[in-house]
């Protein structure tokens, strides 16, 4: 299966500053490369995804690159505000995967200091 | 389209006892994942099922079973609870069963051993 490795696993940001969390995965197969984002006391929510064919994917404040030949992704959020405090996940995969074998990171709690 | 449900919510049970999770997923969607997430460890992989068929299990005692209905709502039955059972478990639905699908997670049950 997928061996997933995610860092920092934790990791505080003044507010207005960048954050960057970093995700390895082994598998040289994966080509689907989402971020999930779990607020205190809700369920994890799929925030921002990157397939193969593309280096990067921008959504507003929030970006994902890819280095397939590092085998690495990696979550930014620029301009960070209170409401970007969450643990966030990523879960590479690839179009031989089913959900059975779906590995997910061990997760990075982001903390905004206002 | 309604979003993944999980009954009950909360449960408190005691050792020994058995427990019954249910979870109703997105109409149309096919499979289902259950993971355990306690403080610290993440999104651990319980099982999955597609089209009624566990394909995969994840590293848990025999304890802990589930089963799919033809209309894809799905259980999960932990018996001879323990109290490191208490934990928020979670499941996610997903269209077709591809870990390049979204997933769509419920709100979850958490659950209490005393």
């Known amino acids: 299966g997928e061996n997933v490795e995610q860092h920092p696993s934790t990791l505080s940001v003044q507010e207005g500053d960048s954050a960057v969390i970093k995700c390895t995965y082994s598998?040289?197969?994966?080509?689907?490369f989402p971020w999930y984002k779990q607020e205190l006391g809700k369920r994890p929510q799929l925030i921002i995804d990157i397939r193969s064919n593309v280096g990067e994917k921008k959504d507003q404040r929030i970006a994902v690159t890819l280095n397939k030949t590092a085998k690495h992704f990696s979550l930014h959020i620029t301009e960070t505000q209170p409401e970007d405090s969450a643990v966030y996940f990523c879960a590479p995969s690839g179009p031989l995967f089913g959900n059975e074998k779906l590995t997910f990171g061990t997760g990075t709690r982001l903390t905004i200091i206002p | 389209k309604a979003g993944v449900t999980q009954t009950p919510r909360y449960l408190i049970k005691t050792r020994g006892q058995q427990v019954t999770l249910s979870c109703s997923p997105i109409?149309?969607?096919?499979?289902v994942s259950w993971y355990q997430q306690t403080p610290g460890q993440g999104l651990q992989f319980l099982f999955e099922?597609?089209?009624?068929?566990?394909?995969n299990k994840g590293n848990f005692p025999g304890r802990f079973s589930g089963r799919q209905f033809s209309n894809s709502r799905s259980e999960m039955n932990v018996s001879t609870l323990e109290l490191g059972d208490s934990a928020l478990y979670l499941c996610?639905?997903?269209?077709?069963?591809?870990?390049?699908?979204?997933?769509?997670f419920g709100p979850g049950t958490r659950l209490t051993v005393l």
């Open positions: 099922y597609f089209s009624e068929t566990q394909r």
């Open positions: 109409s149309g969607h096919r499979s």
């Open positions: 598998d040289s197969a994966s080509n689907y």
């Open positions: 996610a639905s997903s269209l077709n069963g591809r870990g390049t699908d979204t997933q769509y």
